[in-house]
């Protein structure tokens, strides 16, 4: 299953984000723990690099994230060019209280009345980026909900005398290479439910329960895991649920929305959906199954040429 999410108004959202980067000193990305490449948007990295500006990643819901994987990903944006990570949850005020002095020390040429440190805040949607802005502020000047693309214009607020935040519309981009990071973002809600079909997503995320917490499925739901796949899960979640529809069988579509609740509110427990081992090998894969595609369609191009060249010469 490919899914592809990108609605008019973030077109609108990403020029504006590209006109205002020049007049920025500091992009923070806010990015999900639980999968922090899959939810981070290459239009910031491509558009932040073009102008030189170095970007404070935050790794926002750490709450539910696996610990391990999250120091995992510190270490890994840390050791890049340009990139500090900060794992945190806009749940604690305390967190949130670091980002300022963390920012001032990415641009120390900034932060005077006459030069005030200008902050673009990026990410795409629902990764708490509007909470964020709110607790910084420690007022509601961006709208919050349980549904990606809440935010959908652009709009400049003042920290202190010294620092500009510039809020964003939570940003996609116009086409997800591989089908798991839309899994995954299915998987989180960072992506419009008229864009998915619940049940395969929620297939999809049984299978990395499987393969990753196993013994967290067990204790939230009763079963055992052996010669379980993902959608297996789902149905042992019905099965221990009484989720059934007439005639008997699975309630597989409301076993479906428990389990992606479920996981989305830390109920199964804390959860990531990649390291960065398994994200290169991920990336590895597509590579390869990507130079296989394309091997195939330059051979059937060939043949095509081919054939069309011998009816040539019989006529």
């Known amino acids: 299953m490919s899914i592809q999410w990108f609605p008019g108004h973030m077109n609108s959202a990403k020029k504006q984000a590209e006109e205002q980067m020049e007049f920025i000193d500091l ?131 003042y920290l202190d005398k010294h620092t500009v935040l510039v809020d964003t519309p939570g940003l996609m981009w116009p086409k997800i290479e591989m089908p798991s990071d839309g899994l995954m973002l299915a998987a989180s809600h960072a992506i419009g439910t008229n864009a998915l079909i619940e049940e395969e997503v929620a297939f999809f995320l049984g299978d990395i329960l499987l393969e990753r917490y196993p013994q967290l499925l067990t204790a939230r739901y009763g079963f055992k895991t052996e010669g379980l796949d993902g959608i297996g899960v789902v149905e042992q979640v019905a099965a221990r649920r009484g989720f059934r529809v007439r005639g008997g069988e699975f309630d597989v579509e409301k076993a479906a929305h428990v389990l992606l609740h479920d996981y989305r509110s830390g109920a199964i427990g804390r959860i990531s959906l990649e390291t960065p081992e398994s994200r290169a090998a991920r990336l590895e894969a597509h590579r390869i199954e990507k130079e296989e595609k394309e091997r195939i369609a330059a051979e059937k191009a060939a043949a095509k040429a081919e054939e069309a060249a011998r009816g040539k010469r019989g006529t």
């Open 27 to 157: 992009v923070i990305e806010v990015l999900d723990a639980r999968l922090p490449e899959a939810s981070c948007n290459p239009l910031v990295d491509r558009m932040r690099q073009f102008r030189q500006r170095p970007v404070l990643k935050i790794l926002n819901k750490i709450d539910l994230a696996d610990p391990a994987a999250t120091a995992a990903w510190k270490a890994y944006y840390d050791a890049r060019p340009g990139v500090t990570a900060y794992p945190m949850t806009t749940k604690k005020p305390a967190d949130v209280a670091r980002i300022p002095a963390l920012a001032l020390s990415l641009a120390p040429h900034r932060g005077v009345p006459t030069k005030p440190l200008r902050i673009m805040i990026m990410g795409i949607p629902n990764v708490g980026k509007s909470t964020l802005m709110n607790a910084l502020l420690k007022k509601r000047v961006a709208k919050v909900g349980d549904e990606p693309a809440v935010t959908k214009t652009q709009q400049k607020l």
